[in-house]
């Protein structure tokens, strides 16, 4: 259950409603209905840190040069790191469907050392989880993920990173619960 009073969009006010409605039109939006689910149930409550985050949130998901498939590698790390049920569950589906192995997908929720095939996949969770674990880029790590992806990108992956921390974190905080199409990938 969330710690947040049910809130219904017909009750929204209107600074809330322009969030809902700048997430409803954004890539995320396109072809379905939000509601008020995961994070963005709980910046709606806060249209000023909503507008911020769900407009920093498109870009960093939807208009950075990484492939989707290092995205959600990085995206569920971060969920598994936070045991942020509801991000790990959306997103465990989305790496899934933009070609991460189940078995990856697996390990990385059981907190495993997955077995990659490609060597840029594996060091995406490699810096990932390096930089969650110490709060900081090894020099043979960065020298490593700026060769390989070019400074932009690493920015690019770094913010991603950053971004889903904060995603993770609210969604602990406020104890956003599971829609009922979700599986608890973090059963306590």
Known sequence: MSRLTPLEIGELSAEQREVYDAMQSGPRGVGR??????????????????????AFGAVARFETSLPERRKEIAICAVGAHYKAKFEFAAHAAMAVAAGVPEAVVDAIRRGEPPRFDDATDALTYHLTTELLRDHRIRD?????????????????????????????????????????????????
Not at 35 to 47: D, E, I, Q, T, Y
Not at 145 to 152: I, K, L, M, V
């Open 33 to 54: 209905r939000l509601g008020l689910v995961g994070p963005f149930g709980v910046w709606v409550r806060s249209p000023k840190i909503g507008h911020a985050a769900q």
């Open 140 to 188: 043979e790590t960065y020298a490593e993920a700026r060769d390989t992806f070019g400074e932009s990108a690493l920015i690019e992956l770094v913010s991603i990173i950053g971004y889903y921390c904060l995603v993770s974190l609210t969604l602990n905080a406020f104890e956003v619960p599971l829609t009922a199409t979700m599986h608890d990938p973090f059963p306590d």
